[in-house]
């Protein structure tokens, strides 16, 4: 495509129709490395824009996962897998109506993202991955506290199991 039509803006108040993903691998130095895109058509107006987005910067509506009383409420998003590390990022909007997030580490499943079951109570997210012990997330503001350590992804924790 011509250059002005190789980037595109997906505004929150348009409409985002999510058609697929794809896992997008590279090895470098023996390591794998993938991050997870979505394939989508953005509606800017009355024109249409296919691309793709990073998967952690799409929260479905209908993906939401709800406490009793409708907050808090939040969504697992795939990230990227690094070596044998899969990242996820929880997104939380808690009763203060804002959004937090944080950064979760699991080992792959045979090179690919596993399947985690999420609920939520009042204060605590549990991540259920098949067959293994559940993860509990306590849900407040201070999840978005920064790592101190240099990898971390900024704007969050980095939790591991």
């Keep these: 495509p011509r250059a002005a039509d190789r980037h595109g803006l997906a505004h929150r108040s348009g409409g985002l129709f999510i058609l697929g993903r794809v896992d997008r ?48 409420r939040a969504q697992l998003l795939s990230s990227s897998i690094e070596g044998e590390l899969a990242r996820y990022l929880l997104v939380v909007r808690l009763a203060d109506n804002q959004l937090h997030q944080v950064v979760i580490e ?3 499943e045979e090179g ?4 985690i079951e999420l ?15 559940p993860l509990h997330i306590e849900l407040s503001p201070s999840m978005d506290a920064r790592d101190a350590s240099a990898d971390a992804p900024p704007a969050s924790d980095t939790r591991k199991p």
């Design 25 to 72: 691998c590279s090895e470098s130095e023996g390591r794998r490395r993938c991050l997870r895109w979505l394939q989508i058509v953005a509606r800017d107006g009355d024109r249409f824009v296919p691309g793709y987005l990073p998967a952690f910067q799409v929260a479905a509506v209908d993906d939401w996962v709800r406490a009793e009383g409708g907050l808090p």
């Design 106 to 108: 699991r080992p792959c």
């Design 119 to 133: 609920r939520v109570r009042a204060n605590e997210a549990e991540l259920r991955p098949r067959g293994k012990t």
């Design 112 to 115: 690919h993202f596993e399947s």
